[in-house]
Nanobody, 123 residues
Framework: QVQLVESGGGSVQAGGSLRLSCRAS????????MGWFRQVPGKEREFVAA????????RYADSVKGRFSISRDNAKNAVYLQMNSLKPEDTAVYSC????????????????WGQGTQVTVSS
């Protein structure tokens, strides 16, 4: 089992920045690729970014490329999502997830999920 807890969400004006954190506990964190997904009410969960277990591979949704950056610190059992130049359409609940498959964009391939943290971007 891997337990994931997100933090760092909040409200920000368009153009601002937020840094999300996801702390893991339980089984070996470094053995998992990690991903960030987001969801708004009434819509399907959307892939945002993913990082391989050793951080040599990152993947991003086209909608966030150049604005968001994913990173991890295996010594701290943590993964981060730096979000810059935020837009109102980035408003969502952001969740981190762990996958043994790799840094995939497919949410059903992630075995463990956090509860999520709300990000609200106002215009």
């Amino acid at each position: 089992q891997v337990q994931l807890v997100e933090s760092g969400g909040g409200s920000v004006q368009a153009g601002g920045s937020l840094r999300l954190s996801c702390r893991a506990s339980g089984r070996s964190f470094s053995g998992y690729a990690m991903g960030w997904f987001r969801q708004v009410p009434g819509k399907e969960r959307e892939f945002v970014a993913a990082i391989s277990w050793n951080a040599d591979t990152n993947r991003y949704a086209d909608s966030v490329k150049g604005r968001f950056s994913i990173s991890r610190d295996n010594a701290k059992n943590a993964v981060y999502l730096q979000m810059n130049s935020l837009k109102p359409e980035d408003t969502a609940v952001y969740s981190c997830a762990a996958s043994q498959t790799g840094p995939t964009i497919i949410n059903r391939l992630y075995e463990y999920w956090g509860q999520g943290t709300q990000v609200t971007v106002s215009s």
